[in-house]
């Protein structure tokens, strides 16, 4: 027989798996079979079984059967901010990332979702955004941008063109009208990937060696998400060359 202590910790463990299906039912695309939910969660199928059971019946929208396997149908979310230890460190190292290495909008917005994600969690998990244990330095030397990178990024998202006057690494300047993919972000630099009319292809323009920068009222003639997974389609089929830097 279990201890009180010992049934309590049993409780947790089963809440924490059951929070655990949920979360892995939300991330996966496609049906997902008992005999996988048991070995992500390290547990028997028989216990997965009973934990569907127990979700079903508190009215998770979980559909499915076994042998065929579960999905998690729409319309259905936790509270907001529901975070275990390591998402918690996850979501403020990748924000403190952003605000050492991004433009200074999307640092900014960075610092806001830090302090917004510090007044939200209980006060148990706080000491992990104030003394975390996971660390990232800032950027060190980043050079000065050649254009308005917050821009830019709306630029992608609308679908419109940039006309750029560009100085290659050879320090050759020439003209090019670019539709904006996506900006990059990297340790030492910020990279404007852009499919160019001049080249007929994807290329990738360092920002700080951006002359000048007009942004144009026109629009592409590809949706800016058709564009993105045409660009990431040739990534997967021809690499990444080198010659795709401007």
């Given at each position: 027989?279990?201890?009180?202590?010992e049934?309590?910790?049993?409780?947790?463990r089963?809440a924490?798996?059951?929070?655990q299906?949920?979360?892995?039912l939300r991330?996966s695309?496609?049906p997902v079979?008992?005999?996988?939910?048991?070995?992500?969660?390290?547990?028997?199928?028989?216990?997965?079984?009973?934990?569907i059971a127990?979700?079903?019946?508190?009215?998770?929208?979980?559909?499915?059967?076994?042998?065929?396997?579960y999905v998690?149908e729409?319309?259905?979310?936790?509270p907001?901010?529901?975070l275990?230890?390591?998402?918690?460190?996850?979501?403020?190292l990748g924000?403190?990332?952003?605000?050492?290495?991004?433009?200074?909008?999307?640092?900014?917005?960075?610092r806001?979702?830090?302090?917004?994600?510090?007044?939200?969690?209980?006060?148990?998990?706080?000491?992990l955004?104030?003394?975390?244990?996971?660390r990232?330095?800032?950027?060190?030397?980043m050079?000065?941008?050649?254009?308005?990178?917050?821009l830019?990024r709306?630029?992608?998202?609308?679908?419109?063109?940039?006309?750029?006057?560009?100085?290659?690494?050879?320090?050759?300047?020439?003209?090019?009208?670019?539709?904006?993919?996506?900006i990059a972000?990297?340790?030492?630099?910020?990279v404007?990937?852009?499919?160019?009319?001049?080249?007929?292809g994807f290329?990738?323009f360092?920002?700080?060696?951006?002359?000048?920068?007009?942004f144009?009222?026109?629009?592409?003639p590809?949706?800016p998400?058709d564009?993105r997974?045409r660009?990431?389609?040739?990534?997967?089929s021809?690499?990444?060359?080198d010659?795709?830097v401007?």
């Amino acid at each position: 027989m279990l201890s009180a202590c010992e049934y309590q910790k049993h409780i947790m463990r089963r809440a924490d798996r059951l929070f655990q299906i949920i979360q892995i039912l939300r991330r996966s695309t496609g049906p997902v079979t008992a005999a996988s939910l048991a070995e992500e969660l390290e547990t028997s199928k028989r216990s997965v079984y009973r934990d569907i059971a127990a979700l079903i019946g508190q009215r998770v929208p979980i559909r499915g059967e076994a042998g065929f396997g579960y999905v998690l149908e729409g319309g259905f979310d936790l509270p907001p901010l529901m975070l275990t230890t390591e998402e918690v460190e996850a979501a403020v190292l990748g924000a403190q990332w952003v605000a050492g290495h991004a433009d200074p909008a999307l640092a900014g917005a960075a610092r806001d979702l830090i302090a917004k994600i510090a007044a939200c969690v209980p006060e148990g998990l706080r000491s992990l955004i104030d003394d975390s244990a996971a660390r990232t330095p800032p950027a060190w030397k980043m050079p000065v941008d050649g254009l308005n990178v917050a821009l830019a990024r709306a630029w992608a998202r609308k679908g419109y063109k940039i006309a750029l006057v560009y100085r290659d690494r050879d320090g050759q300047v020439s003209k090019r009208t670019v539709w904006p993919v996506a900006i990059a972000y990297f340790d030492a630099a910020r990279v404007l990937v852009a499919w160019c009319e001049l080249r007929k292809g994807f290329r990738d323009f360092r920002i700080d060696r951006t002359v000048n920068a007009e942004f144009l009222k026109e629009r592409f003639p590809e949706r800016p998400a058709d564009l993105r997974r045409r660009w990431q389609a040739s990534l997967q089929s021809y690499g990444h060359p080198d010659g795709n830097v401007a």
